[in-house]
């Protein structure tokens, strides 16, 4: 019967991520019996792979993969699969001093074409020389390539009748490129961002030895991709140069057995586990309909939360709904980061869990100020308090003038320390426009700085202005999101337009409605919501299922969104057009 790695081996002592190189990394981790071990969207153990196998197949394949003409410093996308061969190809590249660049699954696409037409841009980008993927694409792989110049491009199931190259492998360089990172493209279409060697090594030996306080008991369970910076650093890298197990499920199931998760953890005592408000959304919201009595997580002492605005309400209602399975609170870890920093910033205290900071909403928006609501204050707004910056590494919140500002004054986040990218592959100009000659990273991001720790309000290009108000588009979406009966989770996007005589704000609403008038009754209900509870007017667009768009790591793009409302390629139902315009 197959059986998943243990969660430690005794008698190995502990290294924390005190390498050179991903490589050094491996070649220690296998001396372990622990490793990554992957799990059905039904939670069956598909296959277990400790670090001494995953180092001899990752050995045999950077062979092949030089024997298949590449060479050291050639970019190679991998379409990053939840699944043991991506994990072997990742690390062959890295004995082989290749360049892994991580590329999305189809599920973000809503189709063949938009998920052709995205990966050629991404390996455009890159400047690949060789696309790698998992046997179900096998037929999307040639047209994905084609006309590219392309060294290789195979799936990794052939990639075993190559002949390996004859040699010894070349050395890693702890100052090279460990892999390409693509951003998640919430603003803009993605980048490739070049992670140093040393740049991961330094995160993940930051995070885990000082934030998580990793031990060799500690086992990790998963579900993001391998393709997003959440999962690959935290997930793949961190276990493996700590020399822990982790059981991870596929990403694309998640979304219809989320509990797997939870099952998972109680399961195999998982005692880490990382993932974004709407994972925690998505279990709360199952764990009402489906019952879940053999539950225990009582194992789970860091559940990190990231990836996007933490949604403080998510939080409240998780731990309430697994209060009773043994979830503890204070087991929440609200942290900040970005693939530009390779994956963290900051963390909140080990043990203390999730607080909030509730601030006078009018001050807030007019004056740029956090001030602490009080029993006169019209209207409140909490935010996550997401911890103190990583050690050997600075932060600073800077007005337009780029002057550093006290506590409470929300402005532009600045970042610098070891963790940061070396740039933009291939894009100076990128580069030079968020990362200043002394090291400082422009994260695009605005928030503000309470008693040492960095609070996030939003995206800077996601801001709406209106007669002086900054308004957060997240904060009219959750609204609606959280008391219109007809709208679920991710079913609203709002952004601002250039109008006459001023700025406009717009909605769009994900509607599965088809009665006329049901439409027009909702669009007038979120026309004065609005109105009542931010004091805006707003157009409301009802718009089909699915029809607003996502990044690859499953956020709203609202950027993407605005540039289809305004080409025309996102329109209203007539039934509703005249109601979502004025709120009548």
Known sequence: MLEPTPTFQPGFAMRAADFGTLAEALDYAAGDSTGFNFYSGKGALVEALPYRTLRQDALALARRLLGAGLEPGCRVGIVAESDGDFVRAFFACQYATLVPVPLPLPTAFGGKDGYVAHLRRMLERAQADALLGPAPLEGWLAEIAAGLDLKLVATLAALRQVTPAAGGLPAPDPEGIAYLQFSSGSTRFPSGIAVSQRAAMANTRITGAHALQVTETDRGVSWLPFYHDMGLVGCLLTPTVFQRSIDIIPTHEFARRPLVWLDLISRNRGTVSY??????????????????????????????????????????????????????????????????????????????????????????????????????????????????????????????????????????????????????????????????????????????????????????????????????????????????????????????????????????VQCRMRDPAERDALAKSVADLIRGRHGVESKIVLVPPHSLPQTTSGKLSRSRARALYLAGAITDAPSAAAAGADGE
Request: net charge negative; aromatic share 8%; hydrophobic share 40%.
């Open 275 to 508: 993932g974004p408000s709407f994972g925690y959304e998505l279990c709360a919201r199952r764990a009402e309909r489906a019952a879940s009595p053999d539950l225990d997580l009582s194992s789970w002492r860091c559940a990190g939360i990231g990836g996007d605005l933490i949604r403080p309400d998510v939080l409240e209602r998780f731990a309430e709904r697994f209060a009773p399975r043994g979830f503890d609170a204070n087991a929440f870890m609200p942290s900040y980061g970005m693939a530009e920093a390779t994956l963290t910033l900051s963390i909140a205290p080990l043990g203390r869990g999730a607080r909030f900071d509730t601030v006078d909403g009018g001050v807030f928006e007019r004056e740029h100020r956090a001030v602490p609501a009080s029993g006169g204050s019209g209207r409140s707004r909490a935010f996550v308090i997401c911890g103190r910056i990583l050690p050997d590494h600075e932060i600073e919140v800077r007005d337009d003038s780029g002057r550093a500002l006290p506590d409470r004054h929300v402005g532009r986040i600045f970042a610098r320390g070891p963790s940061l990218m070396s740039g933009y592959f291939g894009a100076p100009e990128d580069t030079a426009r968020v990362l200043t000659s002394d090291g400082w990273l422009d994260t695009g991001d605005l928030g503000y700085l309470l008693d040492g720790e960095i609070v996030i309000t939003g995206r800077a290009k996601d801001l709406i202005i209106v007669n002086g108000r900054n308004l957060w588009p997240q904060d009219l979406e959750w609204t609606v999101e959280a008391e219109v009966d007809a709208v679920r989770t991710g079913d609203v996007a709002v952004f601002s337009v250039f109008g006459e005589p001023a700025e406009e704000v717009v909605t769009l």
